[in-house]
């Protein structure tokens, strides 16, 4: 006798479900074992912090990761933040990388750098991009399927060592220089680039995320020739139907402060990306903000921040001969 249709349905379920657990445990395993390495440049850093220090996050991509340098407002007013930030990081990557943070820290603020939502690498289209973040942050194996290659069995089952701190808290900067000399990037033919919709429905439950966690939002664009008038307009939108602040540095004016970039000094790569020159820039300019918008403490030789102290102390070392190599290669 033919089996009842639903039975044949339950063992197709069933074998599913046992699959989906071990391609979940599997994923774990090859999950690197030290926050050094379980995101891209520096980002991991983010989960040694001591609990609940960290005031501000900055979340973005590659221009965010080498515009904005945290341990500069620390230095300067006593501010904790952190950038985490990788190349192509996506507004997807952003929501489910900000739940995992969220189990330890308590941010007042989140500043979204904006490039992130029109940030896809190429070939791939908004819905495909949306689709493969979001299979790699729910599927580990996915994300991490190469690191078995690297993993040796002694680490297949090593409990996670998530104590790993970088002084730069995220910020990784560039000491090349390389001019743009091309013509006024802002204003172009575009009036207005729309943000695709998965873009739109991932955004809004960020922001839902951040309102849930008590923390405040800010959308900024770090200065880079790859933005234009059409995609800020984007953004001026979206912010203001949210009731956000939208800073973009590429079009200072009114309470967007100056940050002054110099492009043929400032930028690493002809205007991609800043150098550590334009990000000391940057970071004044959004510390400048921060300070006169929000309530954020000096946090400077607090009971609770001695570690925050020690590597103020080790950045400001490191700082002067960075900055004199950035300033040689921009003469």
């Known amino acids: ?17 046992v699959l989906l657990l071990a391609v979940q445990a599997v994923g774990h395993v090859v999950m690197p074992t030290s926050n050094r390495y379980l995101s891209g440049y520096a980002a991991g850093g983010v989960l040694g912090e001591d609990p609940g220090t960290i005031d501000v996050l900055v ?40 739940q995992q943070i969220l189990k ?32 790699g942050e729910l599927f580990p194996l996915l994300r991490f399927h190469d690191e078995w290659k690297v993993l040796s069995p002694q680490e297949w089952f090593t409990d996670n060592d ?31 680039e729309p943000l695709p ?3 739109r429905f991932c955004l809004d439950r960020l922001l839902d995320l951040c309102t849930a966690h008590g923390m405040q939002v800010l959308f900024i664009t770090v200065p880079t020739t790859n933005w234009n008038l059409a995609r800020h307009n984007g953004i001026a939108d979206y912010a203001a139907g949210k009731g956000l602040p939208y800073l973009d540095f590429n079009l200072p004016g009114g309470e967007v402060p100056d940050p ?6 400032d930028t690493a790569d002809g205007g991609t990306h800043l150098n550590l020159l334009g990000a000391q820039h940057a970071t004044a300019a959004l510390g400048q903000y921060l300070l006169a918008h929000y309530d954020l403490p000096d946090h400077r030789g607090q009971p609770g921040y001695e570690d925050w102290d020690t590597d103020a102390a080790a950045y400001a070392e490191a700082l002067p001969g960075l900055l004199d190599k950035a300033n040689a290669a921009g003469a």
């Open 1 to 17: 006798m033919t089996r009842p249709w639903w039975k044949a349905l339950l063992r197709i379920a069933a074998f599913l479900f």
């Open 104 to 135: 330890a820290q308590s941010p007042r603020l989140l500043v979204l750098c904006t490039s992130t939502a029109y940030s896809r690498p190429d070939g791939e289209t908004d819905w495909s991009a949306a689709v493969t973040d979001a299979a």
């Open 162 to 192: 998530y104590t790993w701190r970088d002084v730069n808290k995220g910020f990784m900067p560039l000491t090349e220089a390389a001019a743009y000399g091309g013509a006024d990037y802002m204003y172009d033919t575009g009036t207005q």
């Open 260 to 265: 002054g970039i110099d492009w043929s000094a």
């Open 197 to 199: 919709w998965p873009m």
């Open 59 to 98: 979340m973005g991509d590659s221009n965010a990761a080498q515009g904005i340098a945290p341990m500069q407002w620390y230095t300067e007013s006593g501010v904790t933040g952190y950038t985490y930030a990788e190349g192509w990081l996506s507004v997807y990557n952003i929501y489910f990388r900000l």
